[in-house]
């Protein structure tokens, strides 16, 4: 893809997922094939069932593939106990999810302070660079909100920043914008897009947003559990 | 009306394992309850019917005034002819005379103060069960034989055996001095240790000689298997004495207050500790009746837009609960049942049972009381608690709106 | 690590107050378990203390001295020395606070009206007066000035039955050392009342010169009762009498009343099957509102495992949560139980119960004690069931597939 590092981010080989809903069997994903490098924006596109979610689900390791493997940072992730998956979680991974990111009985603040928590930042530190971010995504003086007292987009900026306050290596977000309007949704690319500019933090993000899939460096169309197409559109 | 049903059925297994928890405390608490209470109430029935079956029978006829004040003078004439008559009345063979004094009895080597009862041999036979624990020797033969019956521990202290004649010395009637030798025919071990020490038996007739009593007594004694049913015993025995207004009628929790008192103590403290444990219960299952209606919020609203009232869908909900509730305790009595009945062949022992019973002159082996009473008041008392306790959720159903409730997810 | 506790910490305290009903009920249920379980404990302590003290005041005392066959036949004959050199060296050591002597013979007591069979006990006035109830239980005249005082002293029900009173005569007939009939009148001196009428028919009393005068004796004792330093030392004082008098019978209050044991072990054994019931009841309710709200939270803690949260700590958050409610609600059930206790003051009075009590040989006033050992038994056995039954409902929470928690609505 391009030059950057040999070892890529994300690697899937073979992946197949398949469950039984009921008394039918369900192929959510068929032998994919899959690497995202250091720096890459990725969009993960398709209809419903097309497995998109499902593929995230494996890369964060939050799920497990019926056969094939993958490897973060070129580490096979199917080796690695539940504790050790966490820590991989905590420490290379962000997420964001369509809805209910935030942990209702922390306010905005410890909500992003909460990843650098178990990590072991100290609190001096953790507070420094909770606030810089919050300013950074705009959210400056909102910190002392639980998440009812704010809005969906809103939510959704403070999901992000806790994604990247702990400094991951890779950012997995499965339909960020959906429950947002168009102009928020927006502006939560435009940070995204920033984050992976100024970081090099790679992102993939599942989506049926037609903005998204402009937007987006590489566009991969997925269709009933397979990559249908790969567009380069940097 | 039978959707409402299996629409209410069906609901309760939405969450099988919260509802099959609330279904074990209930079941639990039932089964308890069954038990313990089948126990306690046995223990009771044991209880009086040893007390009244030893020696003071179930109800007795006394002079008025005597049971406080057990005065010699105190006495009842023609006591013979009036049991006769009342046996006759009444078709009851176990109703006995008896005369009740004091005396010092004394052998070659001791004496002691003792009761002296005059009694008659054949009926009292059927009354009390000292006559059936003679183990040495031989009961009264007449009502006027000069013989004595003694306690086992009486003989020992006395040092005396079958045959040997002791002396008897007291006050009679008239306040003379009442004295005369007899020998003893007969030792018994009733079992209870007062008894056995202290009570001496002899005929009624002799005893009536001795204490110049003429055809005076003391107490016409009454026994009958059917303990339960003392009221009415004693409403007819009443009947039949109405001429004699110089008597009264006394059941046997006048004649040992002491036992009733501690039933009732003993059966109120544990419906106390019952109490207490149903609304633990209760409050613990609480919480699944509220949330199951609370996490149904947004179906309840659905169904509100549909057109149900909010008085029906309390009532489905009150459903629920009752359902859950009748399959629960059914199954927690029969469990009660199933050990109650395994005991009630078997019998329970424990640990240091032989010497509290003895003091209470139960045997001691103890047999739970299978009754209706026993078995239903439990489960009776939780359901109600229970059902209670579910009309608080079912209640604020009817403050909900259709739009509001759809909104909550 | 301790990072991640103290985030969990905070989140389990927050989540408990999340939802405020419901875990008010849950709190409501255990504070009564917790309640329920040391009031009940207090209240049988109270009764088990009672039963001891009344027994060791009520004549028995902490050690009784008697001769080998007493026990068994209270005469006169089996008496003993009480001048023994030996005997008297060892009842002088300072682990015994007092002791009293007593000569205890069966007698006769006769009024112009009436005859009853008592025990004469004849007291040294003034050790007796610092080990028994004797004393304070005078009712009308006097407790004897000292040894030379020539009265007696009779019970309340006793003075009544006999139709007598203070300042007449009785005549007391016994048997004296030689065998003989031995009788004399005595002036009634001192009425005493206890709250056991058997008692006051029981026992008459009058001073040991009287009654050697009476029987003919010198310096023999049926028995002396002894009071130690604390209940502890009684073992200790007692294998030394036994060392230094070989000969004698001599047994602590345990031997000698065992029914006082009996009901406090039996009362021992009943709390700790209570105690378990009880927190069973509650185990239900905890179970199933710990399950509950993790089914509420099923979501959140996909997220948290998403975001790297080991399991561990997710078991740990739900752990921590039921430990802030076991804590919050055994400092709330302590506080009401010390709380209810205080307010019964004295203790509860039951003598609506009295001939009941006096069988079941309980005073009737049972006061409310609550002592160190049962209350660390309950505290105890809250804490160790709380944390067991609490552990299933946070593991399953650590099992859960995050993204099985995150999609399920």
Redesign the interface.
């Known amino acids: 893809m391009n030059d950057k590092q040999s070892i890529p981010v994300v690697k899937c080989l073979d992946l197949t997922k398949t469950y039984i809903q009921g008394s039918i069997e369900v192929h959510a994903l068929s032998h994919v094939n899959f690497e995202a490098y250091t720096g890459e924006f990725i969009c993960l596109s398709g209809p419903s069932g097309s497995g998109k979610?499902t593929l995230l689900?494996m890369i964060?390791g939050?799920?497990t593939p019926s056969s094939g493997e993958v490897y973060i940072d070129g580490e096979e992730i199917d080796e690695l106990n539940?504790?050790d998956l966490?820590?991989?979680?905590?420490?290379k991974?962000g997420?964001v999810?369509q809805a209910?990111?935030l942990?209702?009985?922390?306010t905005a603040q410890e909500n992003i302070e909460?990843?650098m928590?178990?990590q072991?930042?100290s609190k001096h530190q953790r507070n420094r660079i909770s606030l810089d971010i919050l300013k950074e995504v705009g959210l400056e003086g909102l910190e002392k909100r639980k998440p009812t007292e704010l809005s969906g987009g809103q939510q959704q900026r403070v999901a992000v920043a806790?994604a990247i306050a702990s400094k991951p290596s890779l950012v997995l977000a499965d339909e960020p914008t959906a429950n947002l309007d168009s102009d928020t949704a927006n502006k939560l690319i435009d940070l995204m897009l920033e984050m992976n500019k100024q970081h090099s933090t790679t992102f993939i993000i599942s989506t049926h947003d037609p903005m998204i899939m402009r937007r987006a460096k590489t566009l991969i169309k997925l269709h009933d559990g397979k990559i249908a197409e790969v567009i380069n559109q940097e | 009306m039978s959707t409402n049903w299996r629409f209410a059925w069906r609901n309760i297994w939405r969450h099988p394992r919260r509802t099959i928890l609330t279904m074990l405390a209930i079941a639990f608490g039932a089964a308890l309850l069954v038990f313990s209470i089948g126990f306690q109430l046995g223990q009771y029935d044991l209880m009086i019917k040893g007390s009244v079956s030893i020696y003071e029978g179930l109800i007795q006829i006394q002079k008025k005034g005597y049971l406080d004040e057990p005065k010699v003078r105190s006495s009842i004439n023609n006591i013979q002819l009036l049991a006769k008559k009342l046996r006759n009345k009444t078709s009851i063979d176990s109703i006995t005379a008896r005369a009740n004094g004091f005396a010092l009895i004394s052998s070659e080597k001791r004496s002691y103060g003792t009761l002296i009862t005059g009694v008659e041999p054949a009926y009292e036979k059927l009354v009390s069960i000292i006559p059936g624990t003679i183990n040495e020797g031989q009961y009264l033969s007449s009502d006027s034989a000069r013989e004595m019956v003694i306690g086992e521990s009486l003989a020992r202290n006395l040092q005396i055996k079958i045959g040997d004649e002791l002396t008897l010395m007291g006050n009679g009637r008239d306040g003379s001095i009442a004295a005369t030798i007899m020998p003893v025919t007969g030792i018994y071990k009733s079992g209870s240790k007062e008894l056995d020490r202290n009570l001496v038996q002899i005929p009624i007739q002799t005893f009536q000689e001795i204490f110049s009593m003429g055809s005076h007594g003391h107490a016409i004694v009454f026994y009958h298997d059917n303990v339960k049913n003392d009221f009415a015993f004693k409403q007819q025995l009443n009947q039949l004495i109405t001429d004699r207004k110089d008597l009264v009628t006394l059941s046997w929790d006048e004649l040992q207050p002491g036992i009733k008192q501690m039933i009732e103590l003993d059966y109120s403290s544990g419906w106390l500790m019952y109490l207490v444990l149903v609304a633990i219960i209760t409050f613990s299952i609480l919480n699944t009746f509220l949330m199951s209606v609370l996490e149904r919020t947004r179906e309840f609203g659905i169904m509100l837009a549909l057109g149900y009232k909010p008085f029906n869908i309390g009532k489905l909900v009150l459903l629920e609960a009752f359902l859950l509730t009748i399959f629960a305790l059914i199954l927690g009595t029969l469990i009660g049942l199933a050990i109650n009945l395994y005991f009630y062949h078997n019998g329970l022992t424990f640990e240091g049972m032989e010497e509290v019973a003895s003091m209470y002159n139960m045997p001691s082996t103890l047999y739970p009381q299978i009754s209706f009473e026993s078995i239903l008041i439990g489960p009776l008392v939780i359901f109600i608690f229970t059902i209670i306790s579910a009309i608080y959720p079912a209640m604020k159903i009817r403050k909900l709106q259709p739009v509001e409730a759809m909104r909550k997810i | 690590m301790t990072n991640s506790l103290s985030l969990i910490s905070s989140l389990a305290w927050r989540n408990l107050w999340r939802n405020k009903r419901r875990t008010g009920v849950i709190l409501f249920a255990m504070v009564l378990g917790v309640w329920a379980m040391i009031v009940t404990a207090s209240f049988m302590r109270g009764m088990a203390i009672q039963a001891l003290d009344d027994t060791i005041n009520n004549l028995t005392g902490h050690i009784q001295i008697h001769q080998k066959k007493y026990l068994d036949d209270p005469v006169i004959e089996n008496s003993f020395l009480s001048n023994d050199e030996t005997l008297l060296t060892s009842l002088a050591h300072t682990d015994i606070v007092s002791w009293s002597k007593r000569l205890r013979v069966p007698a006769v007591i006769s009024s112009e009206r009436d005859t009853f069979g008592i025990t004469l006990i004849g007291i040294d006035p003034k050790s007796e007066a610092r080990l028994s109830f004797l004393l304070s239980a005078i009712y009308q005249g006097n407790y004897f000035s000292d040894n030379s005082d020539k009265g007696i002293i009779i019970g309340k029900k006793l003075a009544e039955d006999l139709e007598t009173k203070l300042g007449r005569r009785v005549v007391i007939m016994s048997q004296d050392k030689k065998n003989e009939l031995a009788d004399r009148g005595y002036r009634i001196t001192g009425i005493y009342d206890t709250p056991q009428e058997g008692m006051e028919t029981a026992f008459a009393f009058m001073t040991y010169n009287s009654i050697e005068k009476l029987l003919k004796t010198s310096q023999l004792s049926s028995e002396i009762a002894i009071i130690t330093r604390s209940l502890d030392q009684v073992p200790a004082t007692l294998s030394r009498l036994k060392a230094a008098n070989p000969d004698l019978d001599i047994q602590s209050w345990d031997t000698l009343q065992p029914f006082t044991k009996l009901i406090e072990e039996m009362y021992t054994d009943f709390q700790y099957v209570w105690h378990l019931i009880v927190f069973m009841a509650m185990s239900f309710g905890i179970i199933n509102t710990l399950l509950m709200t993790i089914f509420e939270r099923t979501r959140e803690f996909g997220l948290f495992q998403a975001l790297g949260l080991k399991p561990r700590f997710i078991l740990a958050q739900v752990w921590i949560e039921a430990i802030f409610m076991l804590a919050i609600a055994l400092v709330l059930g302590n506080l009401v139980s010390w709380l209810t206790v205080l307010s019964t003051g004295d203790g509860i009075d039951v003598s609506a119960f009295a001939q009941g009590m006096e069988m079941a040989q309980l005073s009737n006033i049972i006061p409310f004690i609550i002592v160190r050992e049962d209350l660390l038994l309950a505290n105890i056995i809250v804490i160790l069931l709380g944390l067991l039954t609490s552990l299933y409902p946070a593991w399953r929470a650590s099992r859960l597939v995050p993204a099985n928690a995150i999609t399920r609505v």
């Open positions: 979610s689900n964060g939050l799920d539940k504790s966490a820590d991989m979680r905590l420490n991974i997420f999810f209910y990111n942990i209702p009985v922390l909460m990843v928590q178990m072991g930042v806790r």
